[in-house]
Structures are given as structure tokens and as C-alpha cells.
């Protein structure tokens, strides 16, 4: 039982209670009378998680806790190292469920990464609040080495908003705030299945320490790399005196690109591969075709800069069930980017990155205007440096068909599975091995070359694939 609750309201209704917390180890098993232990209010709290922490050993936390702020709410991959997944009824093993993870920071800057087993935690409800951690045990202590991910997320909140608490002084040092380097560990916690707790601190709804996510326009983004590639040296120290927005832009270029984490809000206009299985979308690396208002009304300066942008989305990334039911829909919709990778060249949603719907209360804008499209998209025209894989727009005169190429073929209507198999036994339906069922409404797709005569492009031979 992982209790969250507020210090003013002990009533049972402002408790949320997490069940089935899969636990390994004798140091986490409990008789009766320590399982109805409790940390009180007035139960001793530090201000330091790396006193707590070397008090209290590999030990679970016994009648003290810390203060912290918690920076970042997100979900990480299941991990199931017993063999205990369940078989779904089509016969395949349904994933280990995924864990909230909460990323804290105390007072002195120092950060550790909270497990909780079962997803029930929202970031509204916890994120950027001060709250006190209490039954907690410390499962390792990770560097930039061992989880660079992690790292590059710290990275991206680091550069405290507020001077920091310095070792063996009562006050926080202004001298802190610009001369501690970023931290070099971690702490990775994981909570006590019974005692577990984390009170918010009353009085105190937004911490000072929070570190918002900057939204930045996908321009900005794009930008970045030129910048850095011509005038870095220049840029620099004039990036590292500013503050707040500027964060960002001095992050993504002082790494070189490779690492930085970026947010920002986008419209999808297009997803490759188009699926309507919440759990297929859930385990495929997913390619989505994004643009904003900046993209979509560059001026001259920056002709450069493509109309759309391609994101990866990688398993690794937790999908929250809005967002799968959202991309199991062939339609535009707008998502919050939150703490993306940028890395060589691309913007890569991977482990700790967030998918929203809509824009979580705190986030910080990085500029006067919104970045949302308002009106219709506009593409880019087919060239000599159209990408690969890319999305464009091509006008011409078809002119001749490559017949020797035509065929069509039916697809499953679930899972978009090509190679179905046709059973004579079941009246000739077709049978998708992936799903395991009989399809009586196979999705029949066409291939079909064309050759166009483009004016733009007279002296090339386009050649287009006409799908449906």
C-alpha cells in the first residue's frame, strides 16, 4: 500500500491507495505489527536526501524521512524478471504493466528517481508540489554512465530556479546557484509496498524549486543545430548569463545536440504505421509527421527549414491511453512533446518522455505567441533535398502506369498484419496469425507506380507509389 496524502486532510477519501506492488527480498517482508506502522507529521524529516540516505543504509527507512520536490512525474517500461506475465485470450504474453516514476530534488540539489509499481499516479496532482518521502528504500545509486537518459532529463531541469542549501550551512548560499555543477549520481528509491508514503506540504502548492518544462516552437528547435555548427563559441557565454527560457537553448547547445531533451506542443499530421491495436501501437516504434505555426510561416531567412518534422516514438516511450486511443484515429490532433530527446539531428521520444493531449498547468511558453496551428497545412514541394521517408507534395501529368508493378492485397482490420492465410477448413477466410483470429473484413490495400511529368522538375523522372 503506497499512501498519498495531504498533511490538512487526513480523511480517507484524500487517500490513494496502490495495490499488487510486486516486492522481492527479505528486507520487504513485514509481520502484522510492522505493516501498520505509520509516519506522522511529526515523525523526524530532513531537508537532505544524502543524509538520509547514508543513515539509513540499504536498510528500508525506519521513523525518518525528506523534504523534496518533485520535478517530474512519468512512466517507465514494466520490467518482469519472475516470469509472471499473463497470456491475453489471443495467446500472446501481455506486457509487464509500467511503473510511475517520480524524479525529486532536495534542497542541497540533489536528485533520486521514485518507483512505484502500478500507474495510478496523475503529474497534476504531484508535480512541481513539496513534499515529504517517507518508508522508502534505496535500490542503487546510478551515474551518467549507467543511465544516461536520466542524466540528460537532470540535465534539462538543472540551473536552480532559487539559491541551493550548501553542506554544513543553515541558509541557502547565492554562491551555489551558478558554481555547483550539474549532479554526477543519482539515487534510484523504491517504496515501501506498506509504509511508503508522500505528504504534500501544506501551504506550499507550488515549490519555488520547480523547474516547468519550456515549450519551445519547433523553429527554435530546428535552429539550434545551425547555431551551434557556425557560432557556438561565440553564443555561448552569452547563453549561460541568461536564465529561465534561455535554459533550453544553452542546454541543447552545450551537449552538442546528442542527448538534449527539448519540449514542445505540435500538430500530427500524419503517423507511420497506421494501427488500430491500442497494445500493437504500444510496442512499435511509431513515426510521427509534425509541424506548428512557426514551420509553417518561415520567411525567407528560413528556407532551410523543413514544413514538416518527423518524430520517433520508440517502445521505450510509456504511452498513456489517451494518447494510443488518439493515434489509433486516422486524424490530426495536436500532442504536448514533454522532455523529448534531441539526438544527432532528430527528435527521438524515448524513456521518460511524456505524451499529452493537452498542456499540463505550468508550462512555460517560449515566446509571446502560441505556437499552435490554427489553419490548413502546407507542405513542402518535391526537390533534389526531399529527405527520405519524408513527407512533400508533387503536382504533375500522369504519363505513363508501370502495370508489371500493380497488385493488391487484403490486410488484417485490426492489427494491419499483410500476411493473412486463407483456410479452406473456415469457407476461405482469411486467419491473421498475429491477432490469432478469423478476419471476415480484411482491409484490401493497392500498390500502383505511376510516372508524372512535374513542371517543377523537368529534366527528373518522378516515379510515384499510389497506395490505398
Given at each position: 500500500m503506497?499512501k498519498i496524502?495531504?498533511?490538512?486532510?487526513?480523511?480517507p477519501e484524500?487517500q490513494?491507495?496502490?495495490?499488487d506492488?510486486?516486492?522481492?527480498?527479505?528486507?520487504?517482508t513485514?509481520?502484522?505489527?510492522?505493516?501498520?506502522?505509520h509516519f506522522t507529521?511529526?515523525?523526524?524529516f530532513s531537508?537532505?536526501?544524502?543524509d538520509v540516505?547514508e543513515?539509513?543504509?540499504?536498510?528500508?527507512w525506519?521513523?525518518?524521512?525528506?523534504?523534496?520536490?518533485?520535478?517530474?512525474?512519468?512512466?517507465l517500461?514494466g520490467?518482469?524478471?519472475?516470469?509472471?506475465?499473463q497470456?491475453?485470450?489471443?495467446?500472446h504474453a501481455?506486457?509487464?504493466?509500467?511503473?510511475?516514476?517520480l524524479?525529486v530534488?532536495?534542497?542541497?540539489?540533489m536528485?533520486?528517481?521514485?518507483?512505484l509499481?502500478?500507474?495510478?499516479?496523475?503529474?497534476?496532482?504531484?508535480?512541481?508540489k513539496s513534499c515529504?518521502?517517507?518508508g522508502?528504500?534505496?535500490?542503487?545509486?546510478?551515474t551518467?554512465?549507467?543511465?544516461?537518459?536520466?542524466?540528460?532529463?537532470?540535465?534539462?531541469?538543472?540551473r536552480?530556479?532559487i539559491?541551493?542549501k550548501?553542506?554544513?550551512?543553515?541558509?541557502?548560499?547565492e554562491?551555489?546557484?551558478?558554481?555547483?555543477?550539474p549532479?554526477?549520481?543519482?539515487?534510484?528509491?523504491s517504496?515501501?509496498?506498506?509504509?511508503?508514503q508522500?505528504?504534500?506540504?501544506?501551504?506550499?502548492?507550488?515549490?519555488?524549486?520547480?523547474q516547468?518544462?519550456v515549450?519551445?516552437c519547433?523553429?527554435?528547435i530546428?535552429?539550434?543545430t545551425?547555431l551551434?555548427?557556425?557560432?557556438?563559441?561565440?553564443l555561448?557565454p552569452?547563453?549561460?548569463?541568461?536564465?529561465?527560457?534561455?535554459r533550453?537553448?544553452?542546454?541543447?547547445?552545450q551537449t552538442?545536440n546528442?542527448?538534449a531533451r527539448?519540449?514542445?506542443?505540435a500538430?500530427?499530421?500524419?503517423?507511420?504505421?497506421?494501427?488500430?491495436?491500442?497494445?500493437?501501437?504500444a510496442q512499435?516504434?511509431?513515426?510521427?509527421?509534425v509541424?506548428d505555426i512557426?514551420?509553417?510561416?518561415?520567411?525567407?531567412?528560413?528556407?532551410?527549414?523543413?514544413?514538416?518534422?518527423?518524430?520517433c516514438?520508440?517502445?521505450?516511450?510509456?504511452?498513456g491511453?489517451e494518447?494510443?486511443?488518439?493515434l489509433?484515429?486516422?486524424?490530426?490532433?495536436s500532442?504536448?512533446?514533454?522532455?523529448?530527446l534531441?539526438?544527432?539531428?532528430?527528435?527521438?521520444?524515448?524513456e521518460?518522455?511524456?505524451?499529452l493531449l493537452?498542456k499540463?498547468f505550468?508550462c512555460v511558453?517560449?515566446?509571446?505567441?502560441?505556437?499552435?496551428?490554427?489553419?490548413?497545412v502546407?507542405?513542402?514541394?518535391?526537390?533534389?533535398l526531399?529527405?527520405v521517408?519524408?513527407?512533400?507534395?508533387v503536382?504533375?501529368?500522369?504519363?505513363?502506369?508501370d502495370?508489371?508493378?500493380?497488385?493488391?492485397?487484403?490486410?488484417?482490420?485490426w492489427?494491419?498484419?499483410?500476411?493473412?492465410?486463407?483456410?479452406?477448413?473456415?469457407?476461405?477466410?482469411?486467419?491473421?496469425?498475429?491477432?490469432?483470429k478469423?478476419i471476415?473484413?480484411p482491409?484490401?490495400?493497392?500498390?500502383?507506380?505511376?510516372?508524372?511529368?512535374?513542371?517543377?522538375?523537368?529534366?527528373?523522372?518522378v516515379k510515384?507509389?499510389v497506395?490505398?
Open positions: 503506497f496524502k495531504d498533511l490538512s486532510n487526513n480523511s484524500s490513494v491507495v496502490y495495490r506492488l510486486a516486492t522481492t527480498g527479505k528486507d520487504w513485514n509481520g502484522p505489527k510492522k505493516a501498520k506502522q507529521a511529526e515523525s523526524p531537508d537532505s536526501l544524502l540516505v543513515s539509513q543504509g540499504a536498510s528500508p525506519s521513523g525518518v524521512g525528506v523534504q523534496v520536490v518533485v520535478q517530474r512525474v512519468y512512466s517500461p520490467r518482469d524478471g519472475t516470469g509472471s506475465q497470456e491475453s485470450s489471443s495467446g501481455d506486457p509487464p504493466e509500467p511503473r510511475i516514476c524524479l530534488q532536495d534542497a542541497y540539489g536528485f533520486g528517481e521514485v518507483y509499481e502500478v500507474a495510478m499516479l496523475k503529474g497534476k496532482q504531484l508535480e512541481g515529504q518521502l517517507a522508502m528504500k534505496v535500490l542503487q545509486k546510478t551518467r554512465g549507467r543511465t544516461p537518459g536520466l542524466f540528460s532529463l537532470i540535465d534539462t531541469i538543472w536552480p530556479a539559491p541551493l550548501s553542506p554544513g550551512h543553515g541558509q541557502p548560499c554562491e551555489v546557484k551558478t558554481h555547483l555543477p549532479p554526477s549520481f543519482c539515487y534510484i528509491l517504496a515501501h509496498p506498506n509504509l511508503g508522500i505528504d504534500m506540504i501544506e501551504g506550499d502548492p507550488i515549490s519555488k524549486l520547480y516547468p518544462p515549450l519551445l519547433l523553429r527554435d530546428l535552429q539550434v545551425s551551434f555548427l557556425t557560432s557556438s563559441l561565440v555561448l552569452w547563453l549561460c548569463a541568461l536564465d529561465n527560457v534561455t533550453s537553448f544553452s542546454m541543447l547547445l552538442d546528442l542527448g527539448c519540449s514542445f506542443y500538430r500530427v499530421i500524419y503517423q507511420r504505421p497506421q494501427l488500430k491495436s491500442l497494445l500493437l501501437l512499435r516504434e511509431i513515426w510521427l509527421l509541424t512557426t514551420l509553417q510561416t518561415k520567411d525567407g531567412n528560413d528556407h532551410h527549414l523543413p514544413k514538416i518534422l518527423p518524430v516514438v520508440t517502445p521505450s516511450c510509456v504511452l491511453l494518447i494510443l486511443e488518439a489509433s484515429v486516422a486524424a490530426p490532433h500532442i504536448l512533446f514533454r522532455d523529448a534531441r539526438d544527432q539531428g532528430q527528435i527521438v521520444c524515448v521518460r518522455t511524456v505524451l493537452q499540463p505550468g511558453a517560449s515566446g509571446a505567441g502560441s505556437c499552435e496551428l490554427t489553419g490548413p502546407i507542405l513542402d514541394e518535391l526537390d533534389s526531399t529527405p521517408n519524408s513527407i512533400c507534395s503536382q504533375g501529368t500522369v504519363v505513363g502506369v502495370e508489371n508493378t500493380a497488385f493488391s492485397w487484403p490486410t488484417c482490420d492489427c494491419g498484419n499483410g500476411r493473412l492465410e486463407q483456410r479452406p477448413e473456415d469457407g476461405g477466410t482469411f486467419f491473421c496469425g498475429d491477432c490469432s478469423l471476415t473484413s482491409v484490401l490495400k493497392r500498390h500502383l507506380q505511376v510516372f508524372l511529368d512535374c513542371p517543377s522538375r523537368p529534366q527528373c523522372n510515384v507509389k497506395g490505398a
